[in-house]
T-cell receptor
Framework: KQEVTQIPAALSVPEGENLVLNCSFT??????LQWFRQDPGKGLTSLLL?????REQTSGRLNASLDKSSGRSTLYIAASQPGDSATYLC????????????FGTGTRLQVFP | DTGVSQNPRHKITKRGQNVTFRCDPI?????LYWYRQTLGQGPEFLTYFQNEAQLEKSRLLSDRFSAERPKGSFSTLEIQRTEQGDSAMYLCASSNRGSPLHFGNGTRLTVT
């Protein structure tokens, strides 16, 4: 059974810092992994999707890596800004043959000026 | 692409009443998902469809919950005989296989 864990649960940093958010999953037979952002009271916004054949995916100041063998993914945020304040969630498929995503509980990020 | 639309945004109901939520996915997406989220938790999978076929339903979902996607377009999620524990944000998402999920802004249900 797939389980997804995110560390840390919360993070508060000054503007400009580079950040690393961690995600681990128990079933490495996944075909992709997704990172999302959620603002309070809103739905989730897709940030990055990494296919199992990829090791990294980049979008602007965001970079996500995937290491299936160790069951880990990392989201790197460069030069953080107050507008990055949100909850970041990672999600992995429940198994290789399902589209059901299993979510972690998220990392709540606050970037202060 | 107008995004995923969910209605209503908020629903307050009394315990024991039935409620129905609607989700309109992105038109070219064949997969549609329902999730439930409570405060401080990640979304919890409820069910998903490929076109009009319901492919998987969470074992945690009681018989009071039912979802449909007639003609493979919009979907409805009905909760019968609501309980206070049903209070949550109900999220809908759509995608094609292997592509990112696009979420709506959710329906917040409060059961009093």
């Amino acid at each position: 059974k797939q389980e997804v864990t995110q560390i840390p649960a919360a993070l508060s940093v000054p503007e400009g810092e580079n950040l690393v958010l961690n995600c681990s999953f128990t079933d490495s037979a996944i075909y992709n992994l997704q990172w999302f952002r959620q603002d309070p009271g809103k739905g989730l916004t897709s940030l990055l999707l990494i296919q199992s054949s990829q090791r990294e995916q980049t979008s602007g100041r965001l970079n996500a890596s995937l290491d299936k063998s160790s069951g880990r993914s990392t989201l790197y945020i460069a030069a953080s800004q107050p507008g990055d304040s949100a909850t970041y969630l990672c999600a992995a498929p429940g198994s290789y043959n399902t589209d059901k995503l299993i979510f972690g509980t998220g990392t709540r990020l606050q970037v202060f000026p | 692409d107008t995004g995923v639309s969910q209605n209503p945004r908020h629903k307050i109901t009394k315990r024991g009443q039935n409620v129905t939520f609607r989700c309109d996915p992105i038109s070219e997406h064949n997969r549609l998902y329902w999730y439930r989220q409570t405060l401080g938790q990640g979304p919890e999978f409820l069910t998903y469809f490929q076109n009009e076929a319901q492919l998987e339903k969470s074992r945690l979902l009681s018989d009071r919950f039912s979802a449909e996607r007639p003609k493979g377009s919009f979907s409805t999620l009905e909760i019968q005989r609501t309980e206070q524990g049903d209070s949550a944000m109900y999220l809908c998402a759509s995608s094609n296989r292997g592509s990112p999920l696009h979420f709506g802004n959710g329906t917040r249900l409060t059961v009093t």
